[in-house]
């Protein structure tokens, strides 16, 4: 949509093709600094628009950067209830990790599966089931080691992560935190100009780089939308579950 020269959309995260390159680029980096690089991996997704656009991105980027894919299978989320047989082709095609963009039941159940079969290889989520709250506490230690690319970081905002969910009950997820972060921007720019005029605060969005608030503690310490309306300074990080949290893991601090 911002490629298409709206006005009045502006997105603050990464676009999808870019988290599908990250899945492949960030942990193929992560694992070749550890001596241990991945050649082969299987890339599995759930076959809606939001799991085959990031397969299709994660193939370009497969053949861009070298890497064989021994398996790529997708599967309808809504009708899954085992993906044991999913797992079984995955275990079959021997890959060196696998590639996974699906919604929080789907992604429990194969990472479930996987775990059941002894499947031990690095999995990569999409943003999307990995990074949901619900995915760590329904696998509980399974979840443990799984990775997944996500746009932002909700540790880097201690306030925020410290009082929703006093007030909501749930932990906060990358998905709420880039609502407020979105509200947080509306309030600044209706500070800078203050208006009733869809017009004039769109001008100010568009012209604007936000540093005050939540758009201050992101990794970049900005926003910017420019032109287009899409977030110039918006990143894709690695993070691992780790003791029942998602940790970054790449790109290395510093």
Do not use: C
Not at 78 to 107: E, F, M, Q, R
Not at 114 to 122: A, D, R
Not at 208 to 221: I, N
Not at 236 to 241: A, D, F, I, K, P
């Amino acid at each position: 949509l911002t490629s298409s020269g709206y006005k009045y959309i502006f997105d603050t995260a990464a676009l999808s093709s870019t988290i599908g390159n990250a899945q492949i680029q960030l942990s193929t980096d992560l694992y070749s600094s550890l001596g241990r690089p991945i050649k082969k991996i299987a890339i599995v997704y759930e076959d809606g628009t939001f799991g085959t656009g990031g397969a299709t991105a994660q193939t370009k980027q497969a053949a861009t950067v070298g890497l064989q894919v021994v398996l790529n299978e997708a599967y309808h989320a809504a009708t899954l209830t085992d993906a044991t047989p999913l797992a079984n082709k995955i275990k079959n095609a021997h890959p060196d990790a696998i590639y996974s963009t699906g919604y929080t039941n789907d992604s429990v159940l194969l990472v479930r599966a996987l775990k059941s079969i002894g499947v031990s290889v690095p999995i990569v989520g999409a943003i999307g089931g990995f990074v949901d709250p619900t995915f760590g506490t329904a696998l509980g230690a399974q979840a443990t080691g799984a990775y997944a690319v996500n746009v932002g970081d909700v540790t880097r905002f201690p306030q925020l992560n410290k009082a929703f969910p006093l007030r909501f009950n749930q932990p906060l997820s990358v998905t709420q935190l880039f609502t407020a972060l979105m509200t947080d921007i509306f309030a600044e720019a209706l500070e800078i100009k203050p208006t009733t005029d869809p017009t004039v605060l769109a001008t100010t969005m568009h012209t604007h780089r936000f540093t005050k608030g939540l758009s201050g503690q992101m990794p970049s310490g900005y926003v910017d939308f420019g032109t287009s309306g899409r977030n110039s300074a918006a990143i894709v990080l690695l993070e691992q579950w780790q003791n029942g949290s998602l940790v970054t893991v790449w790109p290395a601090a510093g």
